[in-house]
Structure formats: structure tokens, C-alpha cells
Antibody, heavy 123, light 109 residues
Framework: QLQLQESGPGLVKPSETLSLTCTVS??????????WGWIRQPPGKGLEWLGT???????YHNPTLKSRVTISVDTSKNQFSLKLSSVTAADTAVYYC???????????????WGQGTLVTVSS | QSALTQPASVSGSPGQSITISCTGT?????????VSWYQQHPGKAPKLMIY???NRPSGVPDRFSGSKSGSAASLTISGLQAEDEANYYC?????????FGGGTKLTVL
């Protein structure tokens, strides 16, 4: 069945760039029909949509983070990636990747989700 | 866009029914039928329980149901079971972003 797995450094220094990759198994990103997104959850807090990408490379972002977020896709590896620049302690969170649908330029629902990876921003 | 409003906690006994509310505005919940609900057990990833207000993904028990009236959406769980104890989050599409509620902790007494 479809599975997603996040990977990347668990510790990032302030002002640097957070980089994560999501590897998709059980389905091809290139098959279309669905988009692929990133969501985060600060410890003990709620969820925040970061951005979404289609296999063609079209991207959609949360306007509050748009200038710092870059999402890319590598169909040859069946992966998509997140970069978040100029991080601060406020970016400490569990980062999830998930399959998603899109309405207009915004994600709608997410299913399934990866297990998540904790990224801590600290010097 | 402000977050959707959910009660911090709800509780119920096994076999009972509970409802979790999710209040938005005429620009989000009230404007579109794109409300979703997620269940999250501690230390686990969220799981989609309801999408587009009323639809259940394959594998989700029919004890879970969704509805909407005006700018408020609701998740109802009937025949509560111990395994339903978790945090529940709602989300709503808007034309510019996707917003989530603050989450509701469901305790099964």
C-alpha cells in the first residue's frame, strides 16, 4: 500500500536552511491525480500546512511562509523535498509529508501521512 | 486567516455518542464544503477520518460521521470505544490557504 517516509537532519542551526525529503513507495508520484504536501506540528501544538507540489513541478504555498518555503520533486527517485530558509526556534516541529488533493491553489485533505520527523532548531 | 475554533476537550463513556464542533467564518467553513477531520494518537501521525464534510475514507468505521451547518462543522462519534481516545483536528479550505483547528482531546471515561 501507499507509504511515505520523511528523512533529513534532526537538528538545524538558527538562520540556516532546513531540508527534508519524502520518499513515496507503493505508488508513483508521476501517475498524477494527486498532489504531495508538507505539514508541520510544533511540540504540543496544532497543525500547519506548509506547501504542496504536483509531479509536473507546480507548487502551492501557505502565504504566511511562502518566501521561505521551497518545494521540489524528483520523479526519478519518487521523492519530493522541502526547504525552509532562515529558520528560528519557532520552526522547531514535527514535519510530515502526505498525499493530498488540491482545490484551486490550496490543499484540501491529506491521506496518508508519513510518520513524521522532529526537527529542532538550536545552536 | 485565523485558526478554526474547537473545544479543548470532550469526554464520553464507552457506547455513548459525542460531538466535536469546529467553528469558522463565512470565508472558510461557511463558504465551502471542504472540511476535513483528523484523528491523532499521541506520538503518531494524523489519520484522515472525514473529508469534504461528510465523506469517510475506506477503512474508517461508520461510527464516525461529519456534518456542517452554516459556519460550523461537527464530527460525531457514536458507540464510543476506548481506541477512540485521541486528539481530533478539523481543517477547512479557503481560497488562499488551508487552516486547521486547535485540536480537541477526546477522553473515553
Amino acid at each position: 500500500q501507499l507509504q511515505l517516509q520523511e528523512s533529513g537532519p534532526g537538528l538545524v542551526k538558527p538562520s540556516e536552511t532546513l531540508s527534508l525529503t519524502c520518499t513515496v513507495s507503493g505508488a508513483s508520484i508521476s501517475s498524477g491525480g494527486f498532489h504531495w504536501g508538507w505539514i508541520r506540528q510544533p511540540p504540543g501544538k496544532g497543525l500547519e500546512w506548509l506547501g504542496t507540489i504536483y509531479y509536473s513541478g507546480s507548487t502551492y504555498h501557505n502565504p504566511t511562509l511562502k518566501s521561505r518555503v521551497t518545494i521540489s520533486v524528483d520523479t526519478s527517485k519518487n521523492q519530493f523535498s522541502l526547504k525552509l530558509s532562515s529558520v528560528t526556534a519557532a520552526d522547531t516541529a514535527v514535519y510530515y509529508c502526505a498525499r493530498t488533493t488540491v482545490v484551486g491553489t490550496t490543499s484540501n485533505w491529506f491521506d496518508p501521512w508519513g510518520q513524521g520527523t522532529l526537527v529542532t532548531v538550536s545552536s | 486567516q485565523s485558526a478554526l475554533t474547537q473545544p479543548a476537550s470532550v469526554s464520553g463513556s464507552p457506547g455513548q455518542s459525542i460531538t466535536i464542533s469546529c467553528t469558522g467564518t463565512s470565508s472558510d467553513v461557511g463558504a465551502y464544503n471542504y472540511v476535513s477531520w483528523y484523528q491523532q494518537h499521541p506520538g503518531k501521525a494524523p489519520k484522515l477520518m472525514i473529508y469534504d464534510v461528510i465523506n469517510r475514507p475506506s477503512g474508517v468505521p461508520d461510527r464516525f460521521s461529519g456534518s456542517k451547518s452554516g459556519s460550523a462543522a461537527s464530527l460525531t462519534i457514536s458507540g464510543l470505544q476506548a481506541e477512540d481516545e485521541a486528539n481530533y483536528y478539523c481543517s477547512s479550505y479557503t481560497t488562499t490557504t488551508l487552516i486547521f483547528g486547535g485540536g480537541t482531546k477526546l477522553t473515553v471515561l
